[in-house]
């Protein structure tokens, strides 16, 4: 059910126009949020504003890109400053970590790389990515990992949310459970279909990833894999990264999470492991790309920085995560920024 803030709250958190789902007559539970700079090891400029915003307390978390170009200068950094760091697990951009992979394989395109964030879904789609490829690539990519940080990761998601794909969120969740790696992400965010700002394809796209979230949660629960209550991020991406978006975001997480209808199975929910809901922290994941542009031919994961990364929209997300009203919003509704490694 989606009930409305007092009009004071509505126009300090939500864009013109939107409701922030709330339920009212309960008692406010502590709140760690788990802000995940993704794609750490893109490029040098990546790694520089990751740095920055956890150097000022604006993310408390990393994920890493094992087969970026600056994978091991972003893993030293991690050492040198203590940076929580889980595994950015990549199967649509650039080369395969895999050397026997990279000659012959179901996971490249016509060009040797992998076959790109729709293309990788395409070819799953048309039943041409063979599973055993997928394990192979996804095991490798921890091993590299470890041969990087001298550490199994945290956590463990997928680049572009392609660990909850049909098949191979079953793939995903095994490798999990191999390596004894507990944690995930599941791209599940509350009021997601009210953010009116969302261009359509973003939003196609969105709820696309969603429902294969939904699809999976079974799967990783069954591989004992454990999440946050809540997940947001999708809708304060790059241009779309403000105050107001992060912490309309916030509330509905927070309300979700306050609510019986929360999306995820609560037995599995990293929350759960404590006493009862009302003594117990609710735990949420937001999902951060800051950076600086990267510069042309330089980084990516095998074939050049994308588009995204080299636009302005990552500056945005760092600029408004170091803000100090944003910081200070935090401590006002007592939000303490933590790592999966501290759930």
């Known amino acids: 059910m989606i009930l409305t803030f007092p009009k004071s709250m509505v126009s300090q958190f939500a ?13 406010q ?14 490029c040098p400029r990546r790694n520089q504003g990751i740095v920055e915003c956890f150097l000022a307390g604006a993310i408390s978390n990393v994920s890493l890109l094992v087969n970026a170009s600056a994978a091991k200068d972003a893993a030293e950094l991690a050492k040198r400053h203590n940076i929580p760091i889980g595994l950015h697990a990549n199967l649509s951009e650039g080369l395969p970590i895999c050397e026997q992979l990279r ?15 729709m293309g990788f879904r395409k070819a799953l789609k048309n039943g041409l990515i063979k599973m055993s490829e997928v394990a192979q690539e996804l095991r490798a990519q921890v091993q590299h990992f470890y041969t990087l940080t001298n550490q199994l990761p945290h956590h463990m998601d997928g680049h572009q949310h392609v660990h909850v ?21 599941m791209p599940i965010e509350p009021g997601l279909r009210h953010c009116s700002w969302l261009e359509q394809h973003l939003m196609d796209f969105y709820m696309n990833v969603e429902q294969d979230a939904l699809n999976s949660i079974d799967v990783f629960k069954n591989h004992k894999i454990r999440w946050p209550d809540a997940y947001i991020g999708l809708s304060t991406m790059g241009k779309n990264a403000s105050l107001s978006t992060i912490q309309f ?11 019986t209808s929360n999306i995820a199975h609560e037995d599995h929910l990293v929350s759960s492991a404590s006493s009862s809901p009302e003594h117990r922290a609710l735990t949420v994941e937001l999902m951060v790309h800051p950076g600086y542009p990267s510069i042309p031919e330089e980084g990516g994961c ?30 006002r509704r007592n939000i303490q920024l933590c790592a999966f490694k501290d759930l």
């Not at 864009?15 to 008692?27: E, N, S």
């Not at 539970?29 to 893109?42: A, L, M, N, Q, S």
């Not at 000659?103 to 964030?117: A, M, P, Q």
């Not at 975001?249 to 609510?259: D, M, P, V, Y």
Request: proline share 5%; no cysteine.
């Open 15 to 27: 864009p013109a126009g939107l409701k922030l789902l709330q339920v009212t007559g309960m008692p």
């Open 29 to 42: 539970r502590r709140v760690k949020i788990v802000i995940t700079g993704d794609d750490f090891g893109y």
């Open 103 to 117: 000659k012959e394989s179901s996971l490249l395109n016509e060009d040797g790389f992998f076959h790109g964030k």
């Open 165 to 185: 794909l049909p098949e191979i969120r079953h793939v995903f969740a095994q490798v999990l459970y191999e390596f004894g790696i507990r944690y995930t992400r």
């Open 249 to 259: 975001a916030i509330e509905n997480a927070i309300s979700a999470g306050e609510s």
């Open 302 to 331: 095998g074939e050049g920085p994308d588009d995204f990364s080299q636009s302005l929209d990552r500056v945005q997300e760092l600029n408004i995560l170091k803000n100090p009203e944003l910081l200070k919003y935090y401590k």
